[in-house]
């Protein structure tokens, strides 16, 4: 008993001091400082004479003290073992590449490679090793020779990485492709692995290239999966109605089963505000659908087409579309986004809230889950608010948020009770919500939350009374009501007769925002450029930089001009909401490979 006892004991401090010899190596290693590393890790090598790690890290070690004699011996000793690793030969190599004697480099180099045609299980480990010594063209010729001679092996992913390592991207786009042909992995997981490659422009090198290689597969060898790829590219480029093109084509090749593909066509060309061509699709859809829903969704997408510039004398004939889908349809549990799409047309288009909220109040009636019920809530809630009958929509909101507690409807419905109590003038109240929103699984409604939230919090400190924000929360609440003005005016009141308070910012960004909705573009501009101007140290300086980025870019062409507002964003705003986007943009529009 006393034997054992010692025994555990003894091994628990063998253990221990293992452990921390282990940790030490490591640290050491991680901090530079390579001479007490090398003590620590000849211990462990002797110890643990199998353990990979240590004796690559022990060669390291001895390379970074220039201490290549003792990592040469290290390598010989292990390389009369019974059955040496191959890659001790590359280790080798490397130690006479440092030394800049190439050749005796080189020798070792092709002892590694001359190992493969006997066993080409080798050459994955073994090209591993020189892609982990950036020989690229040898990672290559092991990989490649391995695949030759053993068929079953694949190693496409790791060369595909290795070309774009090289520049040599269209052999890359082929290794790829070859995985995705084999089955090999999902075309998802190529899309990520290529999507840094492609830029929004379609002269850049890469596009042509990816389009290139993808029109020769689909000649030599007609798959759907070319179609799918190519329609990618060309949503990438923003050439919807050439991404169109090849979903018909996908879809007529699968028999018309499904237009899931061609609905989200539809909706990326929509947001892209490629209206003649999502225009198209979704009549395309109508016309090649069995499925009701789906017909109905793609007739609402096409009214909200309509509705982009409609004129108030249009507006009668959009209606009776609406009356003629009801009559075809009919208020139904499975129509649902019909009765609020035609509630929002009446309240926001028409200024008619009260047959709205009449409407929607009888669809309550029908036979309903909690999300359907909530879906319809928030609808009724939105049209209350217009009408100012904050109380009910406060009343719905809430019945929203208590159902449905951990649910993104439900956090939709808190921050509508919180827009809401800012348009009543309850502060406190807006604040209390907002504080529990800041934490949101939604990042958009937790960035809003916290933007109105430090609006609030800023505004109500500095004046005790709360004039300026009750007038801006009245700006907002005619913004909502598309009283757009109406809205300017208010926001003026406060420019001119609050000068120098914090809110002013707030109301020049908003402000800003309303005169890029009515496209008055220069106002716009001006306003950005005051923020800058007196609120540059301000929370608001990287919306004001980025919203210039994005006006140069988008409304006056001006590339050198967005350079440089991405570029503030990039450089004084690391951790800003739009610095991803900020980066990207900036990145394309200076020509870079974005890789």
């Not at 001009?561 to 964003?569: G, N, P, Q, T, V």
Request: net charge negative; charged share 25%.
């Amino acid at each position: 008993m006393r034997f054992l006892i010692f025994l555990i004991s003894y091994l628990s401090l063998a253990t221990f001091a293992w452990a921390q010899e282990d940790f030490l190596a490591k640290q050491y290693f991680a901090d530079g400082d390579f001479e007490k590393a090398v003590v620590f890790y000849e211990k462990l090598v002797e110890k643990n004479s199998r353990r990979t790690e240590y004796a690559q890290d022990l060669v390291a070690c001895y390379q970074q003290l220039e201490r290549y004699d003792d990592a040469a011996e290290f390598l010989k000793e292990r390389l009369k073992d019974r059955n040496p690793y191959p890659t001790l030969l590359i280790d080798l190599g490397y130690n006479h590449a440092l030394q800049e004697q190439s050749e005796m480099a080189q020798t070792y180099y092709n002892q590694a490679l001359d190992i493969i045609p006997k066993n080409p299980n080798y050459g994955y480990a073994i090209g591993l090793q020189f892609q982990k010594y950036s020989l690229l063209d040898m990672a290559i010729n092991a990989f490649e020779k391995s695949m030759q001679l053993n068929p079953a092996l694949d190693f496409n992913f790791q060369l595909a990485r290795i070309y774009g390592e090289q520049g040599n991207v269209e052999a890359m786009y082929n290794s790829y492709l070859n995985l995705v042909m084999d089955g090999k992995t999902s075309k998802s997981n190529i899309l990520r692995s290529i999507d840094d490659f492609v830029s929004e422009n379609p002269e850049d090198t890469n596009n042509i290239l990816l389009k290139k290689v993808l029109l020769e597969r689909a000649q030599k060898n007609p798959d759907i999966v070319w179609n799918e790829l190519l329609s990618w590219l060309f949503v990438q480029q923003n050439q919807y109605s050439s991404a169109f093109r090849q979903e018909k084509a996908i879809f007529k090749r699968i028999n018309g089963s499904s237009t899931v593909r061609l609905e989200y066509l539809g909706d990326n060309a929509l947001e892209a505000e490629d209206n003649e061509t999502a225009k198209e699709i979704f009549s395309y859809i109508i016309d090649n659908t069995n499925n009701e829903i789906t017909k109905l969704d793609a007739e609402l997408n096409l009214l909200d087409i309509e509705l982009i510039d409609a004129s108030k004398g249009q507006l009668e004939s959009i209606q009776k579309k609406y009356d003629q889908l009801i009559d075809i349809y009919g208020y139904k549990s499975q129509t649902l986004q019909l009765q609020v799409a035609y509630a929002n047309f009446l309240t926001f288009k028409k200024n008619e809230p009260q047959p709205a909220e009449k409407l929607l109040k009888n669809s309550l009636e029908l036979p309903l889950s909690d999300r359907g019920t909530a879906y319809l809530k928030l609808a009724l809630g939105d049209i209350l608010v217009y009408d100012k009958k904050f109380n009910e929509a406060l009343i719905y909101f809430s019945q929203i948020q208590q159902k449905l507690k951990n649910d993104v409807l439900g956090q939709d419905a808190r921050y509508k009770v919180a827009q809401t109590s800012f348009y009543k003038g309850d502060f406190d109240w807006a604040l209390t919500q907002l504080k529990v929103l800041r934490s949101s699984t939604s990042q958009l409604i937790a960035n809003d939350a916290m933007q109105l939230s430090l609006l609030i919090s800023d505004n109500s400190l500095e004046d005790s009374t709360q004039t300026a924000l009750k007038k801006y929360a009245r700006a907002d609440f005619l913004s909502y009501q598309n009283k757009t003005d109406d809205a300017i005016t208010t926001l003026n009141d406060i420019l001119e007769n609050h000068k120098g308070e914090k809110i002013e910012d707030e109301a020049l960004l908003k402000q800003a925002e309303l005169y890029e909705s009515q496209k008055k573009y220069d106002e716009a501009l001006l306003n950005y450029q005051k923020i800058i101007t007196f609120y540059g140290n301000g929370i608001l300086a990287d919306d004001a930089y980025y919203a210039l980025g994005e006006l140069y870019r988008k409304v006056y062409k001006d590339t050198a001009k967005a350079k440089e507002h991405y570029e503030k964003i990039i450089y004084h705003y690391q951790d800003s909401y739009y610095f991803p986007q900020a980066r990207k943009n900036f990145r394309i529009l200076r020509g870079d490979s974005i890789n």
